[in-house]
């Protein structure tokens, strides 16, 4: 725990890290908040740090026009890991809710998605046009809890809006749009902004101290007994699945 609180400080102190998303369509450059979602970006980068991403996909679109069982329409596209990770995914993360981050969902956010609260893993979505509803209070899940949003698309949102686009059978992309690499190219922040190279882990001392702690860093909604695999599947399968 006191490990934990450390790795979050750390990140707290790094402010915006930026993160660059390449896929068969062009490249999304993410600015992280770790600063205001700490947790969230943490377990985030922990994917990043660790290939998760790569030969990964965005895998959903939703439009206005694909939602019909959706009184409360969004608009969004949905990434996943690649499925040889899948089976690496850590524990689910607690919920930061929009409500203490002050972080909102607008255009170009990136969020976690979810089943229930408190079940996110590593699939993620991002934002086309702004979206109310999926902040604390918002109508899109019924339990009014909101969605985990932790950084924002700084260049490419043409990109996300071509995934948006592309070819599509109900939800679900048809083929999905690949994602090459997904890598921190720099970080804005209190700390000095260094770049670093691609799959290079050991840039940065901060890189260091969050690998030294990489057994110690996994937020859970409750710190009791280790989810079974089974209940772990299930909540991965939610996440890739659905937002709501």
Known sequence: MIALTFLTGLL?????????????LGEIELEVDAARAPVTAENFLHYVDGGHYD?????????????????????????????????????????????????????????????????????????????PELDFGGKRNPDGQGFAAFGRVVSGMDVVRKIQASPREEQRLTPPVGITSVRRIGRIGLLRRNEMLPGSFEATPTAKFADYFRGFQTPRATWGTKPSSSALAKSTAASRSALM
Request: net charge negative; glycine share 8%.
């Open 12 to 24: 707290a102190a790094q402010g915006a890290v930026r993160v660059l998303i390449v896929t068969e």
């Open 55 to 131: 030969g990964g996909q965005f895998h959903r679109t939703v439009t206005p026009d694909n939602q019909p069982q959706n009184d409360v329409k969004i608009e969004v596209v949905q990434a996943s890991v690649a499925a040889a990770k899948e089976s690496e995914d850590r524990d689910p993360i607690a919920l930061e809710r929009t409500t203490s981050t002050g972080l909102s969902h607008r255009d170009g956010t990136i969020s976690m998605a979810r089943g229930e609260p408190d079940s996110a893993t590593s699939s993620f979505f991002l934002c086309i046009g702004d979206q």
